[in-house]
């Protein structure tokens, strides 16, 4: 641990009996995650910004089933590291779960991503269907998503953390190649959004979606109104409707 905390005062970042605590609703949240479909097999994820000026970043831990996470398997990292976090990187802990076996989040860079470039104050990861098959409907070369003229466009920000979007704006999600390593995603994530700055989110082709905003609150809202897009536009492939247009 970086940060000079006792045992005690690190434990207590995880106790609270407010339920809008991060570490609380980390839990909460996976537990519905996973009953949309979005974080089975122990997949996916979600990190959270919190503290005075967010000085804290609470993570849900990897490889674990996530419908039974409990706050003391959270681990918390102090914002202020050491350095940017990237692949095989050393990261800096205020907290490590005293269980045996877990480990931080393997999608630790990829939220960092989102921490520093959007500023976001939280990140979620999912394995939605929706996003996987999305992926491989669009053609093979498609360096992006695009839609318009849907209803549940207007619950995506611009960048995720701007301004929402209206009816008739388009809506753009870039498209990433997926690694045999989560963690290896960071760069081609990195270079999307630095590519597509008004993107709410990153696709990975087979694999899922990085999806981010200023509260979590933001993030959940706009995860969801993706996965409804990202479910209407397989449908429309399908049904060789265009996804651009109101034709």
């Known amino acids: 641990m970086s940060a000079k905390l006792t045992h005690e005062e690190a434990e207590a970042l995880v106790r609270s009996d407010d339920p809008e605590h991060p570490a609380n609703l980390i839990c909460e949240l996976c537990r519905d995650f996973y009953k949309l479909g979005w974080v089975t097999g122990t997949g996916g994820g979600i990190s959270i910004r919190h503290g005075y000026f967010s ?11 996530k419908e039974r996470i409990k706050p003391e398997h959270i681990f918390v990292l102090p914002f202020a590291q050491s350095s940017v976090p990237k692949p095989g990187s050393q990261r800096d802990f205020v907290r490590i779960p005293s269980k045996k076996g877990l480990k931080e989040s393997a999608c630790t860079p990829l939220f960092w991503n989102a921490f ?13 269907q929706h996003a996987v098959l999305l992926t491989l409907l669009l053609p093979r070369d498609a360096a992006s998503f695009r839609m318009s003229h849907q209803e549940m466009i207007k619950g995506v920000r611009t960048g995720g953390v701007g301004k929402t979007l209206r009816f008739f704006d388009t809506l753009e ?29 990153i696709l990975v082709r087979r694999h899922g979606v990085y999806v981010w905003g200023n509260t979590w609150e933001q ?4 995860g969801e109104c993706l996965d409804y897009l990202f479910e209407m536009a397989c449908k429309m492939l399908q049904a060789k409707l265009p996804l651009v247009g109101d034709e």
């Not at 970043?57 to 089933?65: F, I, K, M, R, T």
């Not at 999600?173 to 008004?198: F, H, Q, R, S, W």
């Open 173 to 201: 999600v870039p498209i990433i190649e997926n690694t045999a390593d989560e963690e290896d995603l960071t760069e081609g994530m990195a270079a999307a959004m630095e590519k597509y700055p008004d993107a709410p989110a």
């Open 55 to 65: 000085e804290h970043v609470y993570l849900a831990p990897s490889g674990v089933q």
């Open 219 to 222: 993030a959940k809202t706009q």
């Open 116 to 128: 520093t470039m959007r500023e976001a104050g939280a990140c979620i990861h999912t394995h939605s």
